[in-house]
């Protein structure tokens, strides 16, 4: 079987949703946990896929000149490895950032102010010939918990989603990688874990209850859209997906 490496920065975002959607669709996980010592490899041999989770480190360093976090540069390596090798990649929010700063993207603080609960996204036009997003419809659901944003995309990258307070919303760079700004893992539990105590909500001045509350009411919808995302992944992954997003058909077989 073939198999997705996962990194997961945070222990509160796990793959979750995405994780269960991925291994339907073919894909065996092995999952790293750089947070808690787990060390990263040097290279992509003998992995079908890339998936770069999310976390409440930043992207970018701090103004010492520290990472984010200590395993964070050599996550930007093995995501400029990807790109170079091909090698299907998903990164979500943390996980897009760092895709963005590893081909000399820029990350910042937002002016905007944090993004916080459920959301809509707008489909840019050249997501009808993007092999992902193509079906992805014209505003789709999301949820967003960040405070950082995505400034400037990389050179060459496509922009596939936008929404106004925050422009860069999804992208591709080269033809086998994507970063989505927004989350599509969470389920009720995960949302209701980072709500507690959450400074960005008392910053916000939001009420966590009613932010959970809003979250789970939009999941099934979430699932109506990113599941059979995550399936179109995978089957890229697995050879099953062409570059255009078309199922590869098998030749028949004679008798």
Known sequence: MATALVIENDPTDDARRLGEWLTEAGLELSV??????????ADLDGY??????????????????????????????????????????????????????????????????????????????????????????LIPDVLQWHTDGITELPAGATLLAASTRFPHQAFRLGDRAWGLQFHIECDADMIAQWATDSAVLAELDYDPELVVAACAAVLADIEDVWQPFAARFAALALGELDDSGSRRTLPLLGH
């Open 32 to 41: 790293i946990r750089p947070h808690a010592g787990d060390p990263l490899p």
């Open 48 to 137: 079908a896929a890339l998936v770069v989770l999310g976390g409440d480190q930043q992207a970018f360093p701090y103004p010492d000149g520290k990472p984010g976090a200590p395993w964070l540069p050599a996550v930007e390596g093995l995501l400029r490895k990807a790109v170079r090798h091909r090698v299907p990649t998903l990164g979500v929010c943390l996980g897009a950032q760092l895709l963005a700063t590893a081909h000399a993207g820029t990350v910042e603080r937002s002016p905007s102010g944090p993004e916080v609960g459920p959301a809509v996204v707008g489909r840019r036009d050249a997501a009808e010939n993007d092999p992902l997003f193509r079906y992805v419809p």
